[in-house]
């Protein structure tokens, strides 16, 4: 049995987490039901209300907040964190001095040099700042890096900073207090794009990779968020050595997407990951269009090594059936097919509810989103992998093919402009469209290159799944 959230943690709500009825709650990701016995619906009041003060609260905070319905919040310090600050860093020692300026001196400071052209600017640099150096001779790359790092360090927690991140006061500190909960091996911020005020870098402040989102959520494969990247991130030494694999915590055959790798080894061996998005680290953003999209196919090699490393969670796309049938159906001009399969969804749906003795209010709204997010998932995924058949069929056909041609448009600027409405960023909706769909074409690139190197399919092969909705059994019996 996985051990209570301690005494002294609080919950807050997920914004989509509801209470269909007295001890039902619906939320989480993947989406599920949970049904609470009088222990737990008690347990659910007294955590409404205060921290977490018995076994009972404990243990439902555990549950909710594994589950996504919940997330916790911890409680203050009593004393200053024992945490040692890594970056690793490659030349650019002007960035690696913002850096260190805004980490400032409250905690200890390796910087590795990973073998940069010019180690007497990063040599002077770290000592400015008070910073201890390790020199690597030949470049490894960041997992390289901060394996080295890994031998020099004795405090209980890391925090890796890349060098081109600006901390904001007390990041690694504030984060620090998700460690009073023995299962936590890391907690990520937020980061935030530090771009210049163009076409390009207002697209960064609007679609940064690296930008999680203002919600908290549990890191786990499988969930809304699936990985966090080590640009920043707040670490248990105790829980890297415990997964590290023939002295290595990091897979130094992986240039991009050791951060991904990481965190599934783990996820697998029990232990938590937390995004808390309340502590803020800016990052340094690429200034053009060309090294935008650069960086973006780079980013885009990482998924067939990551696939050969676990094949099952690199889908690019999770159907269920009767969405996926209706949107076809929409896109190929059939409406009376697209009706029935909306109307088999709704009714499978009800279906499992009542199993369930879950009330079915408002089955027929959720089956439209899902839809609806079905038709986005299908436009992104069309734009990334297949863009050059999609504007092949655009422009093939003659006259006679307008209906075609209106699908394929929608499912090319759907996504996009879906984006632009929801995020309002200071950019109009052409620009920020030429950029996304730029953005998303260069990823699946760098998808291509690499499946083409590791001789695999997996990143760019959806799969079907089973239920939309899982009907969990009684908590806190």
């Given at each position: 049995?996985t051990?209570?959230?301690?005494?002294?943690?609080?919950?807050?709500l997920d914004?989509?987490?509801?209470?269909?009825?007295?001890g039902l709650?619906?939320g989480?990701?993947?989406?599920?039901?949970?049904?609470?016995?009088?222990?737990?619906?008690?347990?659910?009041?007294?955590?409404?209300?205060?921290?977490?003060?018995?076994?009972?609260?404990?243990?439902?905070?555990r549950?909710?907040?594994?589950?996504?319905?919940?997330h916790?919040?911890p409680p203050?310090?009593?004393?200053?964190?024992d945490?040692?600050v890594?970056?690793?860093?490659?030349?650019?020692?002007?960035?690696?001095?913002?850096?260190?300026?805004?980490?400032?001196?409250?905690?200890?400071?390796?910087?590795?040099?990973?073998?940069?052209?010019?180690p007497?600017?990063?040599?002077a640099?770290a000592?400015a700042?008070?910073?201890?150096?390790?020199?690597?001779?030949?470049?490894g790359?960041?997992?390289?890096?901060?394996?080295?790092?890994?031998?020099?360090?004795?405090?209980?927690?890391?925090a890796?900073l890349?060098?081109d991140c600006?901390?904001t006061?007390?990041?690694?500190?504030?984060?620090?207090?998700?460690?009073?909960?023995?299962?936590?091996?890391?907690?990520?911020?937020?980061?935030?794009?530090?771009?210049?005020?163009?076409?390009?870098g207002?697209?960064?402040?609007?679609?940064?990779?690296l930008?999680?989102?203002?919600?908290?959520?549990?890191?786990?494969?499988?969930?809304?968020?699936s990985?966090?990247?080590?640009?920043?991130?707040?670490?248990?030494?105790?829980?890297?050595?415990?997964?590290?694999?023939?002295?290595?915590?990091?897979?130094?055959?992986?240039?991009?997407?050791?951060?991904v790798?990481?965190?599934?080894?783990?996820?697998?061996?029990?232990?938590?990951?937390r995004?808390?998005?309340?502590?803020?680290?800016?990052?340094?953003?690429?200034?053009?269009?060309?090294?935008?999209?650069?960086?973006?196919a780079?980013?885009?090699?990482?998924?067939?090594?990551?696939?050969r490393r676990?094949?099952?969670?690199?889908?690019?796309?999770?159907?269920?059936?009767?969405?996926?049938?209706?949107?076809?159906?929409?896109?190929?001009?059939?409406?009376?097919?697209a009706?029935?399969?909306?109307?088999?969804?709704?009714?499978g749906?009800?279906?499992?509810?009542?199993?369930?003795?879950?009330?079915?209010?408002?089955?027929?709204?959720?089956?439209?989103?899902?839809?609806?997010?079905?038709?986005?998932?299908?436009?992104?995924?069309?734009?990334?992998?297949?863009a050059?058949?999609?504007?092949?069929?655009?422009?093939?056909?003659g006259?006679?093919?307008?209906?075609?041609?209106?699908?394929?448009?929608?499912?090319l600027?759907?996504?996009?402009l879906?984006?632009?409405?929801?995020?309002?960023?200071?950019?109009?909706?052409?620009?920020?469209?030429?950029?996304?769909?730029?953005?998303?074409?260069?990823?699946?690139?760098?998808?291509?290159?690499?499946?083409?190197?590791?001789?695999?399919?997996?990143?760019v092969r959806?799969?079907?799944t089973?239920?939309?909705?899982?009907v969990?059994?009684?908590?806190?019996?």
């Open positions: 049995m051990a209570p959230l301690p005494h002294g943690f609080r919950i807050s914004p989509g987490t509801r209470e269909l009825a007295p709650l619906f989480g990701s993947p989406a599920r039901v949970l049904r609470l016995t009088a222990t737990g619906q008690a347990a659910w009041r007294a955590l409404a209300g205060g921290p977490v003060g018995s076994a009972a609260t404990g243990t439902l905070a549950r909710l907040t594994d589950a996504g319905l919940a916790p919040v203050a310090a009593a004393t200053t964190p945490v040692t890594v970056i690793p860093v490659h030349g650019r020692a002007g960035l690696l001095a913002r850096c260190l300026a805004a980490v400032g001196g409250n905690h200890p400071v390796l910087v590795v040099d990973d073998a940069s052209p010019d007497v600017a990063i040599a640099v000592a700042h008070g910073a201890k150096l390790l020199r690597r001779d030949t470049n790359g960041p997992a390289a890096a901060r394996n080295s790092a890994m031998a020099q360090v004795r405090t209980a927690l890391i890796f890349d060098s600006v901390p006061p007390g990041w690694a500190a504030t984060l620090a207090t998700h460690f009073a909960d023995p299962l936590v091996a890391a907690v990520a911020p937020r980061v935030r794009p530090l771009a210049p005020d163009t076409w390009a207002r697209y960064s402040r609007a679609a940064s990779a930008d999680l989102g203002g919600q908290p959520a549990r890191v786990a494969p499988g969930t809304r968020m990985y966090v990247p080590t640009a920043a991130l707040v670490v248990r030494r105790r829980a890297l050595e415990e997964v590290a694999r023939d002295g290595a915590v990091f897979d130094q055959a992986m240039r991009v997407g050791e951060d790798e990481l965190g599934w080894r783990l996820h697998d061996a029990g232990w938590r990951i995004y808390d998005p309340a502590v803020h680290v800016e990052h340094h953003e690429p200034e053009t269009w060309s090294r935008i999209l650069a960086r973006r780079r980013y885009g090699t990482s998924a067939a090594p990551l696939a676990r094949p099952a969670a690199m889908a690019p796309l999770a159907l269920h059936a009767w969405p996926a049938l209706t949107v076809a159906a929409l896109l190929a001009r059939r409406p009376v097919l009706a029935a399969a909306f109307t088999a969804s709704v009714l749906m009800r279906r499992t509810l009542r199993a369930g003795d879950i009330p079915a209010d408002g089955v027929v709204r959720a089956m439209g989103v899902a839809t609806h997010q079905t038709w986005l998932g299908l436009g992104r995924y069309g734009t990334q992998f297949a050059p058949v999609l504007a092949a069929a655009l422009v093939a056909g006259r006679r093919r307008w209906g075609r041609r209106a699908a394929i448009v929608s499912l600027l759907g996504p996009p879906t984006g632009w409405r929801t995020r309002r960023p200071h950019l109009g909706p052409v620009r920020f469209t030429a950029g996304a769909i730029a953005d998303d074409i260069a990823y699946g690139a760098g998808v291509w290159a690499g499946c083409l190197t590791e001789r695999t399919t997996t990143p959806p799969v079907f089973g239920r939309p909705l899982r969990d059994r009684k908590e806190n019996r």
